[in-house]
């Protein structure tokens, strides 16, 4: 069966540092998208992408966030300096339209001490 | 008002249980329904899948959508200790912002 997957399971980081997140979203699906879940709270939307640019962003994805397709394979997000409210589950989904389901990758979880 | 509201639990049933979880709205421009099942540390897990209001079977699983009380259900039929896991509800606009919200999610624990 398809999956999304997610590298790597678990990021530890000086806060300040830059770190990537990649995901290998479902081989036919054109709608990426990533989520974070903090800690005991509920996931909340990052940032959609198509067509190689960004469909829509929540306040949270600020200037310290950007997304990229780098090949015709893998998604990914870059935290430019982490911040210790930064550190959470950071989950990847595809979709094969915007009006069909969502499927979740494993989650990265990112930890910035 | 929360967008979506969904109890916590945590909800304890005996194995063999019926169980019923739900969500509240407060948007009417949701019209797409989701459920996932989460795994403590693990991605949420697609569960179901609904457009219009009435009931969507699948397995032992039932969505049942109400957008006119703006009201969804999932229930779990013969409730089995791996059915044991958080139960998130998920709603997407039809036109506009089209990023998933998500409920708070229940902890069901199903007791063997």
């Known amino acids: 069966e398809p999956e999304v997957t997610q590298t790597p399971s678990h990021q530890v980081t000086q806060m300040g540092q830059e770190v990537i997140l990649r995901c290998v979203p479902i081989?036919?699906?054109?709608?990426f998208y990533w989520y974070r879940q903090i800690l005991g709270q509920k996931v909340e939307f990052l940032v959609s992408?198509?067509?190689?640019?960004?469909?829509?962003k929540s306040e949270i994805f600020d200037d310290q966030f950007s997304v990229e397709r780098p090949d015709g394979s893998n998604f990914t997000l870059k935290i430019r300096s982490t911040k210790l409210e930064d550190s959470a589950m950071y989950f990847c989904?595809?979709?094969?339209?915007?009006?069909?389901?969502?499927?979740f990758g494993q989650g990265t979880r990112l930890t910035v001490v | 008002q929360k967008e979506v509201e969904q109890d916590p639990g945590p909800l304890s049933v005996p194995e063999g249980a019926i169980v019923s979880l739900n969500c509240t709205y407060s948007n009417s421009a949701f019209q797409y329904f989701m459920w996932y099942r989460q795994y403590s540390r693990k991605g949420p897990e697609l569960l179901m899948y609904?457009?219009?209001?009435g009931n969507k079977e699948d397995g032992r699983f039932t969505a049942q959508v109400d957008k006119s009380s703006k009201y969804i259900s999932l229930f779990i039929r013969d409730s089995q200790p791996s059915d044991s896991a958080t139960y998130l509800c998920?709603?997407?606009?039809?036109?506009?912002?089209?990023?998933?919200?998500f409920g708070s999610g229940t902890r069901l624990q199903v007791q063997p």
């Open positions: 081989s036919n699906h054109l709608y």
């Open positions: 609904t457009y219009s209001s």
């Open positions: 998920a709603m997407m606009r039809d036109t506009g912002r089209r990023a998933l919200t």
């Open positions: 989904a595809s979709s094969a339209t915007p009006d069909t389901e969502a499927f």
């Open positions: 992408f198509y067509n190689n640019e960004i469909s829509e």
